[in-house]
């Protein structure tokens, strides 16, 4: 267990729908990522927060947004959804200030868009 | 921006032998190296790291070499054993310290299958 909790596990919904993924980091960590894993496209880094604020952008979608609260917990936003955004989506914790380069995974979000 | 290139894609070996993936990237400013083991179903977990000033590290079975001046990394797994069979992925970053060595460009990943 890496301390990282992502909901849902797994999520079908049609497309043109919008759908909410969410993290809760490692207790104490202040960065949280959000990769997106595809068979086509591997593993990749989609958006960073730090402690609540934006820290850095991957090739995240315009219909994509993520923010991170005051508890730290992340969100990750997925709206006008395409076939194409069915993938497993990870997050990811680190510890921020402390960061010795070791993300921790969350065991992410299936999503199936129909 | 980054790219890692790995190589190969699939290898399968008998247990005991030695496996080695090799990686390669573009961006002379990345100065972190993970390596990631990917079990199916499962989340990605750390298995060993490089920094940019270290040529070589060892983790019991497990070593990484990082050849700076041709911009490629090895991963090389010794006596192999069955639960080594998982996919793995090497990845590379250009953090500063602190809050950036998690955005990593990842490469397409190894299917290693080492047979009993």
């Known amino acids: 267990d890496s301390g990282v909790t992502q909901t849902p596990k797994h999520l079908i919904t049609a497309t043109g729908q919008r759908v909410t993924l969410r993290c809760s980091p490692r207790s104490g960590d202040l960065s949280v990522y959000w990769y997106q894993q595809s068979l086509d496209q591997g593993l990749q880094f989609l958006i960073q927060?730090?402690?609540?604020?934006?820290?850095a952008k991957g090739n995240i979608l315009e219909r994509f947004s993520a923010q991170q609260f005051p508890d730290l917990h992340s969100e990750l936003n997925l709206s006008s959804l395409e076939l194409g955004d069915s993938a497993l989506y990870f997050c990811?914790?680190?510890?921020?200030?402390?960061?010795?380069?070791?993300?921790?995974f969350g065991e992410g979000s299936r999503l199936t868009v129909l | 921006g980054e790219n890692v290139e790995q190589h190969p894609s699939t290898l399968s070996v008998q247990e005991g032998d030695s496996a080695v993936i090799k990686c390669t990237y573009s961006?002379?400013?990345?100065?972190?190296f993970p390596w990631y083991k990917q079990e199916l179903g499962k989340r990605p977990q750390l298995i060993i790291d490089i920094r940019s000033n270290v040529g070589e590290k060892k983790d019991q079975r497990i070593a990484v070499t990082l050849n700076k001046t041709a911009k490629h990394f090895s991963l090389h797994i010794t006596e192999t054993q069955p639960e080594d069979s998982a996919v793995y992925f090497c990845a590379a970053s250009t953090g500063a310290g602190g809050t950036s060595y998690g955005k990593l460009t990842f490469g397409q990943g190894t299917i290693l299958t080492v047979h009993p």
């Open positions: 961006d002379s400013a990345s100065n972190y």
């Open positions: 927060y730090y402690n609540g604020e934006e820290r």
């Open positions: 990811a914790s680190s510890a921020g200030s402390r960061d010795t380069g070791e993300l921790f």
